[in-house]
């Protein structure tokens, strides 16, 4: 069964930085590491946007939408089948539910490719 799960969300100040982490279990053993995992965000009131994305694959390339270039660092550990969201400078535009989602195969960058889901974790910039 595949499982993701997200953690590291929180209460930061603006300018402030957290840290994301996205846990997969499960993907492994259909193919190894051939896998892309994307950061997405829904905010109150709004459609779910895509943050960044990357593949699990060594040399893969990173995707980031405009809002977070320069602010965030999409990050993999693949001994450890977990990918990292480091945000900084976060503003209060940031504030939403962050969900990490596995597809397999190459990355992509609508939500609409992406298989499997974590619970969301949530971000709260505010001071």
């Known amino acids: 069964q595949v499982q993701l799960v997200e953690s590291g969300g929180g209460l930061v100040q603006p300018g402030g930085s957290l840290r994301l982490s996205c846990a997969v279990s499960g993907l492994r053993s259909l193919r190894s590491d051939d896998y892309a995992i994307g950061w997405f965000r829904q905010a109150p009131g709004k459609e779910r946007e895509g943050v960044s994305c990357?593949?699990?694959?060594?040399?893969?390339?990173?995707y980031y939408t405009d809002s977070v270039k320069g602010r965030f660092i999409i990050s993999r550990d693949n001994a450890k089948n977990t990918v990292y969201l480091q945000m900084n400078s976060l503003k209060p535009e940031d504030t939403a539910v962050y969900y990490c989602?596995?597809?397999?195969?190459?990355?992509?960058?609508?939500?609409?490719?992406?298989?499997?889901w974590g619970q969301g974790t949530q971000v709260t910039v505010s001071s």
């Open positions: 990357m593949s699990m694959n060594e040399g893969s390339t990173t």
């Open positions: 989602a596995a597809r397999l195969g190459l990355t992509r960058r609508a939500s609409s490719d992406y298989n499997y």
